[in-house]
């Protein structure tokens, strides 16, 4: 009965590799978002969808390109991997109120 | 920029007495501010939130106090346990429903 959940936990790959992450909620939230979480642990958000629509873009690369299929789900697709896309990456979602839940992570390692 | 600032990246604290951790902020249009724990390989947990209108939320062992003219908010575990040991962020956004914007952690240790 997990709450945000992401697939997969854990990623490795090659620079230059193109590569998706999944994000499901089953909390009947309205708006989902992507963070990420760099070396520094820096927790900072990328993107976020409010019913299907794209409503923050924080200035990310093109490369990374969210996909919201429905209110329950939000992907990430990433074209041509970089050393610096080694992170860790947290969806979330939330219905109002800004209280966001998280999902467990996914470890991204780009070599 | 930082905008919202934990200071200090760790603290220890004895079982049974007070943690207090702090967080300050930059940006006076922020208005919503949350407490959130950290344990490792997982994500984020939403502990206690404050809206600016209030200065003082509490929930069970948890206290947040916030100071607007300060810009500072501060969160207190009394009696403070061992599993309470995490890292703790604080968060603000500008309006509901707004990107959160994070400080940089404070990571708890709570010794018998």
């Known amino acids: 009965d997990t709450a945000v959940s992401q697939t997969p936990k854990y990623l490795v790959t090659q620079m230059g590799n193109d590569k998706s992450i999944k994000c499901e909620q089953n909390?009947?939230?309205?708006?989902m978002y992507w963070y990420k979480q760099d070396s520094k642990k820096f927790l900072k958000i990328m993107f976020s969808?409010?019913?299907?629509?794209?409503?923050i873009n924080e200035t990310v690369p093109n490369r990374f390109s969210p996909k919201s299929p429905d209110k329950a789900h939000l992907n990430l697709h990433i074209n041509s991997l970089e050393l610096g896309d080694s992170a860790v990456y947290f969806c979330?979602?939330?219905?109002?109120?800004?209280?966001?839940?998280f999902g467990p992570g996914t470890r991204l390692t780009v070599l | 920029d930082q905008q919202v600032k934990q200071n200090s990246p760790s603290l220890s604290v004895q079982e049974g007495r007070i943690s207090i951790l702090n967080c300050d902020y930059t940006?006076?249009?922020?208005?919503?501010f949350l407490w959130y724990k950290k344990y490792p390989a997982e994500g984020p947990t939403f502990l206690i939130s404050?809206?600016?209108?209030?200065d003082k939320n509490e929930d069970g062992r948890f206290t947040v106090f916030l100071n607007k003219s300060a810009k500072h908010l501060s969160l207190h575990i009394v009696p403070s346990q061992p599993g309470d040991s995490a890292v703790y962020f604080c968060?603000?956004?500008?309006?509901?429903?707004?990107?959160?914007?994070f400080g940089t952690g404070t990571r708890l240790q709570v010794f018998p």
């Open positions: 979330a979602s939330s219905l109002a109120h800004n209280e966001q839940f």
């Open positions: 940006n006076s249009m922020f208005d919503y």
């Open positions: 909390l009947g939230h309205d708006t």
């Open positions: 404050i809206s600016s209108i209030k």
């Open positions: 968060a603000a956004s500008a309006r509901v429903g707004d990107k959160l914007i």
């Open positions: 969808y409010n019913n299907k629509e794209l409503i």
